[in-house]
């Protein structure tokens, strides 16, 4: 499979670093977007071509663009982090790049070679180096590949045209005022995938689903729902955006991969980071009854929720139909902060990268 180069056509009127540093002040998340985006077509016959650094722009789209109406779309999200000596790196996007393949594939989409994303990331991350905010805090770049299909048409099928575009947004800390558990409510009557849908792949529709039910946990006074399984509605699979972890003294369990859940790249991070540390760790499965059993005679000591945006988020309440508990006396637990700064210790430099995870840019 070949990979097209791509070529720099980089802006002659970038913010200046004026307006630059002004927006890394306090760049909120997905709020500011960096001064370039990065393109590559595909198309039947030809394959992955035309690959290009250019400025940030709208896009123009037809209106029976086939994304439009059938929803052929995927996305993933890495972040890019100073390192102490002022060099840049990006956190595992080889994992990213080998799940954006999969989620390519379970929606009849063109599969990009994994060095096409990685170097795409790093055209754009090079090139707009100085939105990688300063060392020193938990900041970052927050980086969006993602692709959807470009053909002009109504007919249901897998499009002969895509587009792959990365973008590049600059993201503060996640908890500007200090780590705060969050309420979740346990989602009985919506679901999010179905075994043999496309829970495992990372696209728009997943997130979509979720919606209705996200805006019910807020009105239950929660910060987040808690997906369950579609059948019985009993076993855990995942929090909103994030995978699930739960503490059992020195053990920590999350969600088995069943395919109707997300494997995300922090989830399996975490999984040999928590070995590294002296904590045996695995999947499995969690039923709601369990969760709050374990939780009233104490076996069960924490639960944190991961994810690229937040790294790692305690869970400090639950709420259901059947009732709510305290989880960890609604404070923050040892083992979640110890991870969790291990991880970020991991991605900004301040400690040994021993299992290779951190891609140099220089």
Same mark, same amino acid.
């Given at each position: %499979?070949?990979?097209?180069?791509?070529?720099?056509?980089?802006?002659? *009127?970038?913010?200046?670093?004026?307006?630059?540093?002004?927006?890394?002040?306090?760049?909120?998340?997905?709020?500011?977007?960096?001064?370039?985006?990065?393109?590559? @077509?595909?198309? $039947?016959?030809?394959?992955?071509?035309?690959?290009?650094?250019?400025?940030?722009?709208?896009?123009?789209?037809? =209106?029976?663009?086939? *994304?439009?109406?059938?929803?052929? $779309?995927?996305?993933?999200?890495? @972040?890019?982090?100073?390192?102490?000596?002022?060099?840049?790196?990006?956190?595992?996007?080889?994992?990213?790049?080998?799940?954006?393949?999969?989620?390519?594939?379970?929606?009849?989409?063109?599969?990009?070679?994994?060095?096409?994303?990685?170097?795409?990331?790093?055209?754009?991350?090079?090139? !707009?180096?100085?939105?990688?905010?300063?060392?020193?805090?938990?900041?970052?770049?927050?980086?969006?590949?993602?692709?959807?299909?470009?053909?002009?048409?109504? +007919?249901?099928?897998?499009?002969?045209?895509?587009?792959?575009?990365?973008?590049?947004?600059?993201?503060?800390?996640?908890? =500007?005022?200090?780590?705060?558990?969050?309420?979740?409510?346990?989602?009985?009557?919506?679901?999010?995938?179905?075994?043999?849908?496309?829970?495992?792949? @990372?696209?728009?529709?997943?997130?979509?689903?979720?919606?209705?039910?996200?805006?019910?946990?807020?009105?239950? +006074?929660?910060?987040?729902?808690?997906?369950?399984?579609?059948?019985?509605?009993?076993?855990?699979?995942?929090? +909103?955006?994030?995978?699930?972890?739960?503490?059992?003294?020195?053990?920590?369990?999350?969600? $088995?991969?069943?395919?109707?859940?997300?494997?995300?790249?922090?989830? !399996?991070?975490?999984?040999?980071?928590?070995?590294?540390?002296?904590?045996?760790?695995?999947?499995?499965?969690? *039923?709601?009854?369990?969760?709050?059993?374990?939780?009233?005679? +104490?076996?069960?000591?924490?639960?944190?929720?991961?994810?690229?945006?937040?790294?790692?988020?305690?869970?400090?309440?639950?709420?259901? *139909?059947?009732?709510?508990?305290?989880?960890?006396?609604?404070?923050?637990?040892?083992?979640?902060? $110890?991870?969790?700064?291990?991880?970020? !210790?991991?991605?900004?430099?301040?400690?040994?990268?021993?299992?290779?995870? %951190?891609?140099?840019?220089?």
């Amino acid at each position: %499979m070949t990979t097209p180069s791509i070529e720099l056509k980089p802006s002659s *009127t970038p913010l200046s670093d004026a307006e630059r540093e002004a927006i890394l002040a306090n760049p909120g998340f997905g709020r500011h977007f960096t001064d370039h985006m990065v393109t590559v @077509k595909w198309t $039947e016959g030809r394959g992955w071509h035309d690959a290009q650094l250019t400025p940030y722009a709208p896009l123009s789209i037809d =209106p029976a663009n086939m *994304t439009l109406h059938y929803a052929q $779309e995927i996305f993933e999200g890495l @972040k890019a982090y100073r390192r102490p000596d002022g060099s840049v790196a990006t956190f595992r996007p080889d994992a990213n790049a080998r799940r954006f393949q999969l989620s390519a594939r379970r929606l009849a989409m063109p599969e990009l070679p994994v060095e096409t994303f990685i170097d795409a990331c790093d055209a754009l991350v090079q090139q !707009d180096k100085a939105w990688v905010p300063e060392h020193g805090g938990e900041a970052s770049l927050y980086l969006r590949p993602f692709m959807f299909a470009n053909e002009v048409g109504l +007919g249901v099928r897998p499009a002969n045209e895509y587009l792959f575009i990365v973008i590049a947004s600059p993201a503060g800390p996640y908890f =500007p005022g200090g780590v705060k558990p969050v309420s979740v409510w346990l989602s009985e009557n919506y679901v999010r995938a179905v075994p043999g849908g496309m829970g495992f792949a @990372k696209t728009g529709g997943n997130y979509a689903a979720s919606l209705l039910a996200q805006a019910e946990a807020a009105a239950k +006074g929660c910060d987040q729902v808690v997906w369950l399984d579609a059948l019985e509605h009993r076993t855990v699979e995942e929090m +909103g955006g994030m995978n699930l972890y739960f503490v059992y003294g020195d053990k920590i369990v999350t969600p $088995e991969l069943t395919g109707s859940l997300l494997a995300g790249i922090t989830r !399996d991070s975490l999984l040999s980071l928590a070995r590294d540390l002296g904590y045996e760790s695995a999947e499995g499965r969690i *039923t709601t009854d369990q969760w709050k059993r374990d939780t009233e005679n +104490g076996s069960l000591t924490e639960v944190f929720a991961c994810g690229t945006a937040a790294v790692i988020t305690p869970v400090g309440t639950v709420k259901s *139909t059947g009732g709510e508990w305290t989880q960890s006396n609604g404070e923050p637990g040892k083992v979640t902060m $110890e991870l969790r700064k291990a991880l970020l !210790d991991i991605q900004t430099g301040k400690a040994e990268d021993k299992h290779g995870w %951190m891609h140099e840019l220089g």
